[in-house]
Nanobody, 126 residues
Framework: QVQLVESGGGLVQAGGSLRLSCEVS????????MGWFRQAPGKDRDFVAT????????KYADSVKGRFTISRDNAENMLYLQMNRLKPEDTAVYYC???????????????????WGQGTQVTVSS
């Protein structure tokens, strides 16, 4: 079965950086578009970034554009999110997600992602 496991979350001061990782198993990683979403307490799970199978097409939420970078390593079955210049409003549980195999619309809609990790907490102090 498809499994996604996030790591790299933690507590950081505003202005700092974190790098999230997501290891994917149980499927051919390069067949899936991948995304990062986040959910703050009491709020919906929101889109952060998405990347196509080859890494050539990427979308970001306006709130993270210029600060966050999504990337993938298909040889290692890994997805990454480099987060720089973090703000307190970035505090949330961050989830990685995989589309259904061969799905190709680089969606920002969480309902278009079939597989999810358990999440990793990111807390940014002011």
């Amino acid at each position: 079965q498809v499994q996604l496991v996030e790591s790299g979350g933690g507590l950081v001061q505003a202005g700092g950086s974190l790098r999230l990782s997501c290891e994917v198993s149980g499927t051919t990683f390069s067949n899936h578009e991948m995304g990062w979403f986040r959910q703050a307490p009491g709020k919906d799970r929101d889109f952060v970034a998405t990347i196509n199978w080859g890494g050539g097409w990427i979308k970001y939420a306006d709130s993270v554009k210029g600060r966050f970078t999504i990337s993938r390593d298909n040889a290692e079955n890994m997805l990454y999110l480099q987060m720089n210049r973090l703000k307190p409003e970035d505090t949330a549980v961050y989830y990685c997600a995989a589309s259904r195999a061969y799905h190709t619309d680089l969606s920002t809609d969480r309902t278009q992602y079939a597989y999810w990790g358990q999440g990793t907490q990111v807390t940014v102090s002011s």
